[in-house]
């Protein structure tokens, strides 16, 4: 007989791990089906999020940002380090220790729920019932009440430059070069290349970005993508737009490229490595039986409803398999919705308050709507801007690049939106976003008190100026 679950749950990423262990919380006798393997050959759960994409790179960042610090601003506070040299060997191994232990702490926090965690490939078929193939090949079938869909995504690979694992590398094998290449080709300048070409720009390559759009962050707030652009070219990343792909070579140990720009003329580039950051897309090989009842859209996402429903009755889906930003937290709060609605709880999602980082020094951080589709909806607003240049915490840091601007309704003061690109953005942009949940008003924000000196500050005088009444900065005229 095969073993009956009220739930079970495919995936154990950051939308699958958090679904499993919030239903376990509510009583549900939960299982977890995880296929991905470390290079011992033992399951691991966690997902991209942990083994190969939020963690890993975070690590990186922070361990070569460490490096460029140390190299290059600390002379600016009167220290002298002598020379400072890097450990790429070091550094990658500080990142595999940390995925690790993280890795470790979901298995510790399913036990500690009472969460089953299996290990192979699930697969839906019809009526609820889910086959599991083990690491072995042995196939068991599993009863559930209700599925929990969260395979997660894979990285989108393009036939002009094919991933070989050596020169031309996806981000999973960007994360685990083992030296500084002198020269870094990234095709694709959204959030992951941006992330992977600072990290090998501050470890000193010359990085060259190649994105074919001719709008840099094409779906962030104007201003703030153009002051991103401008920060990170003064960085050294030298980033082209209107640049297509459109071939790659391999000559011996060099990977030569060429690109169309807008103007139709074609260039060419030769890397010691090339890095492909051009997307993600739904992850669902061998996840659904022909007659699972559980439907995919046109771009190959399953479909749900505002709630992770998808067709098939007591069938859900969750996190990069689904509608919406590919982001890890995004996955997980609709873990908790959906575990909610199955122990018979009323839940829902927020989709309009969903927080966006780009963890490039300084940050890049949004939440809730830019001015430009505040504009293209028609509503009166109002915009209030404050620089970290006029920020004392920002300047005792001497990390003064970026700005805070938040948007609210003209009528309401109601805050439609807040994008920052400084340090500590993305912790700066939480503090907004609560305050949106919240319902918060620009005057509400700027009635808060705000400890001094902090980098909050300058949400706070954001928030004055939105109504004119900034007190470290000039005014802008009121729209
Ligand atoms: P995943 O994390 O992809 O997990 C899905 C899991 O399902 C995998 O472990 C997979 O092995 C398993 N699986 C698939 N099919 C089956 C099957 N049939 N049977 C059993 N198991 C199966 N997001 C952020 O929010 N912040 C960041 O800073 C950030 N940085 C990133 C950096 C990089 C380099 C990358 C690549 C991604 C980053 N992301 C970030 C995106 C984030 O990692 C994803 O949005 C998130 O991991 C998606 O979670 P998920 O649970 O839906 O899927
Ligand atoms: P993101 O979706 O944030 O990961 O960004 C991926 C980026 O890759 C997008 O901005 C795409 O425009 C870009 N891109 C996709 N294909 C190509 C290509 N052939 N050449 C250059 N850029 C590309």
Known sequence: MSEKYDVVVIGSGPAGYVAAIRAAQLGLKTACIEKWKNDKGDGVNGGTCLNV????????LDSSYKYHEAKEDLAVHGIKAGSVTIDVAA????????????T????GLFKANGVTALYGSGKLLAGKKVELTDHDGVVTTLDADNVILASGSSPIAIPVAPVDGELILDSTGALEIGSVPKRLGVIGAGVIGLELGSVWNRMGSEVVLLEAMQDFLAIMDKAIAKETKKILTKQGLDIRLGARVTATQINGKKVEVTYQSSDGSEHKETFDKLIVCVGRRAYTDGLLADDSGVQLDERGTVYVDEQCATNA????????IVRGPMLA???SEEGVMVAEIIAGHKAQMNYDIVPNVIYTHPEVASVGLSEEEVKAAGE???VGVFPFAASGRAMAANDTDGMVKIIAHADTDRILGCHIVGPSAADLVQQVAIAMEFGSSAEDLGMTVFGHPTLSEAVHEAALAVNGGAIHIANRKRR
Request: aromatic share 6%; proline share 8%; hydrophobic share 35%.
């Open 104 to 107: 470790g702490g979901i298995a």
């Open 313 to 320: 009755p007591g069938v859900y889906a969750i996190g990069d």
């Open 329 to 331: 937290h995004k996955g």
């Open 380 to 382: 009166p607003y109002n």
């Open 53 to 60: 994409g939020c963690i890993p790179s975070k690590a990186l």
């Open 91 to 102: 550094m990658l191994e500080r990142k595999n220790k940390i995925i690790n232990q993280l």
